[in-house]
């Protein structure tokens, strides 16, 4: 987990309510990304950017939102717009050969709705 | 299209026996292929890749992968199990050249027993 600080490491959100997940690393790494987890689904992709002010859609980005205005940070929002947000959130980064280049992983924060 | 598939959700193994957990992946032309471990409540860490080159990769703690083109396979192997090593193992692809992100597989549940 070295590099890579995600915090809240536990967040209880009411329905209805849009939280914010912050992801900070300082391993330099141009790319950032960030996968919900559900048991028994492995990882999915929310959303990656490889430069700052730059970011793309990945498999299931409908409710959340991003923003890259600093290298080392890359916050997640999650939207009252996603139907079923409680899982475990995991933001990862990696060095700007991004195809090749190894992902390194935070920590993570459980997003739990109430 | 890229994908991956770990077909067993759990593997069982006697501590001091040799442990695989298999993987299999489906990609257009060459694939890079990753080996990740996760520990309860914890981020995923990096066990090793193949990108090119030597088909037997070694990474940490005693795991080694053997990449197979021809059964399009990336099997994770440790000659000697310990319980320390009991975690939740992904695999994961990316097809070399592609613009499309890193797919992972659904997870193995390893459990070593004393």
């Known amino acids: 987990d070295g590099g890579i600080t995600q915090s809240p490491k536990y967040l209880f959100r009411k329905e209805g309510q849009n939280v914010t997940l912050s992801c900070e690393q300082n391993l330099n790494h141009d790319a950032m990304y960030w996968y919900r987890q559900d048991p028994g689904q492995g990882l999915r992709l929310i959303y990656y950017?490889?430069?700052?002010?730059?970011?793309q859609k990945g498999d299931i980005a409908e409710g959340y939102s991003v923003s890259r205005e600093k290298k080392e940070s890359f916050p997640l929002t999650v939207t009252s717009a996603q139907k079923n947000p409680t899982a475990f959130y995991l933001c990862?980064?990696?060095?700007?050969?991004?195809?090749?280049?190894?992902?390194?992983f935070g920590p993570g924060t459980r997003l739990t709705v109430l | 299209a890229q994908s991956v598939a770990q077909p067993e959700d759990q593997v069982n193994v006697a501590e001091g026996n040799p442990l695989t957990v298999k993987c299999t992946y489906s990609?257009?032309?060459?694939?890079?292929l990753f080996w990740y471990v996760q520990y309860p409540n914890r981020g995923l860490q990096f066990l090793l890749k193949y990108i090119t080159g030597d088909n037997l990769v070694k990474g940490s703690y005693g795991f080694e992968a053997e990449f197979n083109k021809s059964q399009t396979s990336f099997h994770l192997k440790k000659p000697s199990a310990l319980v320390s090593d009991s975690a939740l193992y992904f695999c994961?692809?990316?097809?070399?050249?592609?613009?499309?992100?890193?797919?992972f597989g659904s997870g193995t549940q390893l459990t070593v027993l004393p």
């Open positions: 950017s490889q430069i700052v002010n730059d970011f």
């Open positions: 994961a692809v990316r097809e070399a050249g592609s613009a499309r992100q890193l797919t």
């Open positions: 990862a980064s990696s060095t700007e050969d991004s195809r090749q280049g190894t992902q390194y």
């Open positions: 990609v257009s032309g060459n694939p890079y």
